[in-house]
Nanobody, 135 residues
Framework: QVQLVESGGGSVQAGGSLRLSCAAY????????MGWFRQASGKEREGVAA???????SYADSVKGRFTISRDNAKNTLDLQMNSLQPEDTAMYYC?????????????????????????????WGQGTQVTVSS
């Protein structure tokens, strides 16, 4: 029932900026983890940034200070502001959200870590949007 639709990808030169958006349709969970992952050609998928329903954010070390994740609960959108883009940021970017009830108990990990270890059957993924950064 839940559907995620990404937009905002494109091509920029190093040092430029892009803003990715993910519209979440029929998403009504009050407790959740949401985030962005990316996969470059020939490389494994890696977590980029995540946010939980309490507003806590987490980032990969490679993007910390350059990327900002945010959620507009009223509009059901998840955004990723990417600044100071570098060629190594070139990848297909996917938004992801938990599609399952989330326990109220605190977890000994960040939202990004949690999304990286959860079973695929508990997650909903977008179709992906390509980001290409040229030098």
């Amino acid at each position: 029932q839940v559907q995620l639709v990404e937009s905002g990808g494109g091509s920029v030169q190093a040092g430029g900026s892009l803003r990715l958006s993910c519209a979440a349709y029929r998403y009504t969970y009050t407790r959740y983890y949401m985030g962005w992952f990316r996969q470059a050609s020939g490389k494994e998928r890696e977590g980029v940034a995540a946010i939980d329903s309490d507003g806590a954010t987490s980032y990969a070390d490679s993007v910390k200070g350059r990327f900002t994740i945010s959620r507009d609960n009223a509009k059901n959108t998840l955004d990723l502001q990417m600044n100071s883009l570098q060629p190594e940021d070139t990848a297909m970017y996917y938004c992801v959200a938990t599609d399952t009830p989330i326990p109220s108990a605190d977890l000994p990990m960040t939202a990004l870590q949690a999304l990286g270890v959860m079973s695929p059957v508990l997650l909903k993924w977008g179709q992906g949007t390509q980001v290409t950064v040229s030098s």
